[in-house]
């Protein structure tokens, strides 16, 4: 290879990577910003119950049906016993971080042409935001690209029949 070319590689390499890293500690700065909001920390009466607690399903015939089809409740008989090891802390953190990040790189021009087709399709926004159930029962809010049209009515379905319109 010429001099030249070895000289521009290593140039490209140089700024990919200044501009990766630049990326990534604005992102990391904005989602530190965000965390708190993200785990209702400033919604108390949002928190789940028993978070940080042992629990166990409890069949009662008389709740419910849940998403899996059974009937009962949890309820929390302790508090948890689980104490994250080193590698669960640090190594698979850093690991998660460093493979989710290059994803985000590396489909980002996929969630571009993503994004510009939900908008082109529907005037509405692109995101849809869901409370979900986190590690150690806490709750976060789980931000993923919507898929329905902004005028879908509000309809509950319980085992494919039509229950009622929620407001």
Do not use: W
Request: aromatic letters at 10%.
């Amino acid at each position: 290879m010429k001099e030249q070319t070895k000289k521009n590689i290593k140039t490209a390499a140089a700024l990919t990577g200044l501009t990766l890293g630049a990326t990534y500690l604005v992102m990391r700065h904005i989602a530190k910003k965000q965390y708190p909001k993200s785990v209702y920390a400033d919604k108390p009466e949002e928190q789940n119950p028993v978070e940080g607690r042992k629990v166990i399903f409890v069949e009662d015939i008389n709740d419910p049906v849940n998403a899996d089809g059974k009937q009962g409740h949890l309820e929390a008989v302790g508090n948890s016993t689980h104490f994250p090891t080193f590698y669960e802390k640090y190594v698979k953190r850093g690991f998660d971080i460093v493979m989710s990040f290059g994803g985000l790189v590396v489909l980002s021009p996929v969630y571009a042409l993503t994004a510009l087709a939900i908008k082109k399709d529907d005037p509405g926004p692109v995101f849809f935001k869901q409370k979900r159930v986190a590690q150690n029962k806490g709750y976060f809010e789980l931000v993923k690209f919507r898929s329905m049209s902004v005028n879908t009515p509000n309809l509950l379905f319980i085992k494919g029949g039509l229950v009622a319109k929620t407001a």
